[in-house]
């Protein structure tokens, strides 16, 4: 496996590559034995067991910090036994494609043979295996190249780069706190803090019975969905029904939402601090809904004591939607199922709210007290894959 950007990452490099092999024997576990290590800027994972190096591919797919994949053939460092090798499994792999080259690389100089008449031989080897099959030679633009490395140990003999998840090793970034709703953004929002190496816990608000066991069970099934990258989520739940029905009856109608969005930070915030969350995480667009407009946003971001992350802030829905299809949520997103925030939706939202207004509708209650008690019930569990 290949790591572009990690080795670009200077003196922190070691501790990155701990993270990264950490992150990968805990993918691998459930699956069985594998050896994992790195050397030179590349990770190995070596199994005896082909059926099991298969099953691990598209799990270590979904490894961020990864940013390709290819299958090697590890071989005893002699010419014979690397041709032997591209005969039987490399030729095969080309029959169909365009063009191809032979590229080698040796990181042991005193390897008898030098890297173009590795290249040579290599070269000449699948044209021979192939004969009319054999796609052409392109050493400018070719489709697939084959790479023979010279290591220290063995030589390494692989055709054909699978892409990986990209971004940086998960948990290398701190901690953060996804607002996670049942809908299509927010996994998505979490989806790219994790790749960025954010660690991700979530926190659901419900307004139960006007909300179902199985709207939240839905979420609880989106957590589930970004444990294929993220391994475990830590899910918090607050109910708001007492809070919303307060609002309700207190406040004018066309301030709920914005009222209700900055309760929800604030209780955010108080769940991130006793998680040691260093930020929250929201799947807000830039003008999708009421909530998300600039004023809107401003007059949520001002009960903030913690950086707010919108990482869809500048997002089109189709843009979302792709990599909510992507990372396999949004069958589940679009399941119809209430959310807290639809069940009193002002049929009219203040699109531009300001400040002043928005304090004088929060002068009208008690919400400290309705958010204490909120916050006291908060529910905790883990999610797992
Ligand atoms: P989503 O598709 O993520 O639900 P949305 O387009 O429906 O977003 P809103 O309902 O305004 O937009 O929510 C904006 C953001 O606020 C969500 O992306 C999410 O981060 C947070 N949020 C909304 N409802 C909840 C909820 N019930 N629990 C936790 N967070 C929520
Ligand atoms: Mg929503």
Redesign the pocket.
């Given at each position: 496996m290949k790591y572009g950007e990690l080795i670009l990452k200077g003196a922190n490099k070691s501790y990155f590559d701990a993270i990264l092999l950490k992150q990968i024997r805990r993918k691998l576990k459930p699956l069985g034995e594998f050896r994992v290590f790195t050397s030179q800027s590349t990770v190995f994972v070596e199994s005896e067991d082909d059926a099991l190096l298969d099953l691990a591919l598209p799990e270590l797919q979904r490894v961020f910090g990864v940013v390709s994949l290819s299958i090697a053939y590890r071989v005893e460092k002699n010419l014979d036994a690397i041709l032997d090798t591209v005969r039987e499994k490399i030729a095969p792999l080309l029959i169909g494609a365009e063009s191809f080259k032979a590229d080698a690389r040796r990181s042991d100089k005193k390897f008898a043979l030098k890297s173009p008449e590795i290249c040579r031989e290599v070269g000449a080897c699948i044209l021979r295996t192939l004969g009319k099959a054999a796609p052409k030679v392109d050493v400018h633009n070719p489709r697939e190249v084959v790479w023979v490395e010279i290591r220290e140990d063995f030589a390494y003999v692989h055709a054909g780069k699978l892409p990986g998840a990209g971004g940086m090793p998960y948990g290398t970034s701190g901690r953060a706190l996804?607002?996670?709703?049942?809908?299509?953004?927010?996994p998505v929002?979490g989806y790219r803090m994790a790749k960025r190496g954010a660690f991700i816990d979530a926190?659901?608000?419900?307004s139960f019975p006007y909300t179902s066991e199985r709207a939240k069970e839905k979420v609880v099934d989106l957590a589930r969905k970004l444990c294929a990258y993220t391994d475990t989520v830590n899910f918090a739940c607050i109910r708001l029904t007492e809070l919303q029905l307060a609002l309700q009856e207190a406040c004018r109608e066309e301030y709920f939402t914005i009222l209700l969005?900055r309760s929800?930070m604030r209780l955010a915030c108080r769940v991130a601090e006793r998680q040691k969350c260093g930020a929250i995480v929201?799947?807000?667009?830039l003008g999708?809904?009421a909530?998300?407009t600039m004023d809107a946003l401003r007059c949520t971001d001002a009960v903030a004591n913690l950086p707010v992350y919108r990482p869809l802030i500048g997002m089109d829905k189709e843009e979302i939607v792709r990599t909510s299809r992507e990372i396999d949520c949004f069958e589940t997103?679009i399941l119809p199922f209430e959310?807290?925030?639809t069940v009193f939706t002002p049929r009219h939202p203040k699109l531009n709210p300001t400040l002043e207004e928005v304090l004088e509708e929060e002068s009208k209650l008690n919400l400290k007290e309705l958010e204490d008690k909120a916050f006291s019930e908060i529910e905790f569990f883990r999610v797992n894959r």
């Open positions: 996804l607002l996670l709703s049942g809908g299509i953004d927010s929002a926190l659901h608000f419900e969005r929800m929201t799947g807000e667009s999708q809904v909530s998300q997103s959310d807290c925030c």
